[in-house]
């Protein structure tokens, strides 16, 4: 076993590692194999943003099944199992799934801030064929990512802590090459998506503010104010989970291109990569704590398998919001049609606003 693959921590460290993973795994695979199972169930009222939300879990899900069990088992085994093939298949299926989480994230963002200041002439613009175009285009770019540095441009290579792979940034100290890669990868594929994501919730939630502060001067929904707080808590839990996951990942491992890795020690560095792992199990459990749609259709299913909601559009004061996510704000309507469009549906944009 070449010394590179060999675990640099102590044997209870590797132990706990692996269970934490195994742990993430679990939920993970329950978790996203819900949402997939209750988008299968309710696919012929699948909305356009829905789509991408599933293809959030198909990455997450990918994730978890392609890496998790190899990582765990090295962990266990206190070194690298399969040598450079297997380091080589585990950091590009991590650096596939990663940029294409990545991706998703800021095209959720980008979709819901249009939809939100769309107007009623050009609501239908981004239909489903709209976004499946763009996750293709996603998984395009994410494929080309991760094929870039076994075509030179880059390099893979084990974690410092020798029991897992990813992009050998350590490896960059001294290459223009590799510099160059880094610097693009984390440009494009890290900042501008991250800027793209706060600066399009944030639009969203002053939007979301003012649609509610409409309806507020109608007093016709006590709890506006209240709902206004859990939707603007939704958005910004979705993106700055992720972000929240991946920072601190991606601060050790720029530190690492410009100095050595043996600088840090090496359960500092693990500890970022589990934390970064721990993402793939996160969006299942925030629609569970802030959708009471969302956890009556658990109880309704009578078992986990779906976290998704079907949405009603009876007896609710949401529909109005709901409407503006699909760019038709602009209603024409009377003060009593307009009561009645706010009482349509509270469920559905819920899971619009993730």
């Known amino acids: ?161 020798g029991i897992s792979c990813t992009i050998a940034w350590s490896e960059f100290h001294n290459s223009t090459n590799g510099f160059s890669f880094i610097l693009s990868m984390f440009i494009l594929c890290m900042l501008l998506p991250a800027l793209t994501i706060l600066a399009c919730y944030l639009g969203i939630a002053w939007k979301v503010h003012k649609a509610y502060q409409e309806i507020q001067n109608f007093d016709r929904i006590p709890n506006a104010a209240k709902l206004e707080r859990r939707l603007t808590l939704m958005a910004v839990l979705v993106s700055v989970g992720f972000l929240g996951a991946w920072t601190p990942y991606a601060a050790v491992s720029f530190w690492s291109v410009f100095n050595s890795s043996n600088s840090l020690h090496p359960l500092i560095t693990l500890l970022p990569c589990l934390f970064a792992k721990s993402s793939t199990a996160y969006n299942p459990f925030i629609y569970y704590v802030f959708s009471k749609t969302f956890r009556r259709e658990i109880k309704q299913m009578k078992c986990c398998c779906g976290w998704l909601p079907h949405f009603n559009t009876e007896n609710s004061i949401e529909n109005h919001v709901s409407m503006m996510w699909m760019g038709r704000e602009n209603i024409r309507a009377c003060p009593t049609a307009k009561l009645n469009y706010g009482e349509a549906s509270t469920q559905h944009v819920r899971a619009r606003i993730l």
Request: glycine residues 8%; proline residues 4%.
């Open 1 to 161: 076993m070449e010394q590179q693959y060999l675990s640099k921590l102590h044997p209870t460290v590797d132990y706990g590692a692996g269970v934490f993973l195994l742990i993430i795994g679990i939920l993970t695979i329950l978790g996203n194999s819900a949402v997939l199972a209750t988008a299968v169930k309710r696919s012929s009222h699948l909305k356009s943003p829905e789509l991408l939300i599933i293809n959030l879990a198909v990455t997450d899900l990918g994730m978890a099944i392609s890496m998790y069990p190899l990582a765990i088992a090295s962990a266990w085994n206190h070194a690298w199992l399969g040598g450079d093939a297997s380091c080589i298949y585990y950091a590009l299926m991590g650096f596939l799934f990663g940029v294409s989480s990545m991706m998703t994230l800021c095209m959720m963002a980008v979709i819901r801030f249009l939809v939100t200041n769309s107007s009623t002439s050009n609501s239908n613009t981004i239909n489903k064929n709209t976004v499946c175009i763009l996750i293709a285009f996603i998984w395009l770019c994410s494929l080309l990512w991760a094929i870039l540095p076994l075509l030179g441009w880059g390099y893979y290579g084990p974690e410092p802590f």
